[in-house]
């Protein structure tokens, strides 16, 4: 049988969406090859040469950066970026599986209410409780330590990724539940061997977006890590700008390209599992 051709018209207007695609992905590309580029330029060229390709390849910025603050080297920054981002993954991994178990499954008095209530706590600011929050930690000498970014997470304060659960929970049948129970396991039991091993996609959803927030997060963690020991990298990026001016923009870009790769690599690993926990939890548009 012979081929189907696509007439004139239709080739044009392919090859046209083609284009305008291409322009839309230059355009949001820019600033960030441009940043990259940036980081081989000399401070001289940075102010000069607009171009994302440098006219003169230097790699000192690397050095520069990595050693840009007195007495600390830019690995103390990552190994706490790293510690917080690990311990809150953890954190919101335990408390809010255990939590939306209990919405979805258990019954109990005023269970919806609490639900709402949950919910509607997705509508508050975040910076509407750093305040009261900040008074509280304080009395408890948790300033300068990361206690008051992971004992939080301990008590399923993140309602997004509880609602993620819960919508999830709900998509696996009950039927499961019931057989489970006929062979005698209590509701722990249903939950140790039935909606944990189930719940996988769900999980790593919840991992993925904990770590590239808590990575990424910059306002919490500049409220309570003062010491520039205990900073994190976004916090220490801010201290190139506020100790030396546009002279350290280049160190400060070569630092921010280095701190995107464990977030690249971490999305890229786990990339199937986010796309299927999406799917499966509702969110989906």
């Not at 659960?165 to 489970?180: K, S």
Request: hydrophobic residues 55%; glycine residues 6%.
């Amino acid at each position: 049988m012979a081929a189907v051709t696509a007439s004139p018209a239709v080739r044009v207007r392919r090859i046209a969406g083609v284009v305008v695609l291409l322009v839309i992905l230059a355009i949001v590309l820019y600033p960030l090859l441009w940043m990259v580029g940036t980081t081989l330029k000399s401070p001289q060229e940075i102010g000069s040469n607009l171009s994302i390709f440098p006219q003169q390849v230097t790699w000192q910025n690397f050095a520069d950066g990595w050693n840009g603050l007195p007495g600390i080297t830019f690995d103390r920054f990552f190994v706490n970026s790293t510690l917080i981002a690990a311990l809150v993954v953890v954190a919101n991994m335990a408390s809010c599986l255990v939590t939306a178990y209990a919405l979805a499954r258990l019954r109990f008095p005023l269970r919806r209410l609490w639900f709402a209530i949950m919910i509607g706590t997705l509508l508050l600011p975040q910076h509407v409780l750093i305040v009261p929050q900040y008074v509280l930690f304080r009395t408890f000498g948790w300033i300068n330590t990361p206690l008051p970014l992971v004992i939080p997470k301990l008590l399923a304060t993140e309602a997004f990724f509880v609602f993620l659960m819960v919508q999830f929970m709900r998509g696996i049948p009950r039927e499961l539940d019931d057989a489970a129970k006929i062979d005698g396991c209590s509701p722990y039991g249903v939950f140790r061997h039935v909606i944990l091993p189930l719940s996988r996609p769900a999980l790593v959803t919840t991992a993925i977006f904990s770590f590239i927030w808590t990575w990424n997060d910059f306002f919490t963690q500049l409220v309570y890590l003062n010491d520039p020991t205990t900073y994190t990298i976004p916090v220490a990026l801010r201290t190139f700008l506020d100790s030396s001016g546009s002279n350290q923009i280049g160190p400060m870009f070569a630092m921010a390209v280095l701190s995107l790769l464990p977030v690249f690599l971490f999305f890229l690993a786990f990339q199937r599992l986010l796309v299927e926990g999406i799917n499966t939890s509702g969110l989906k548009g």
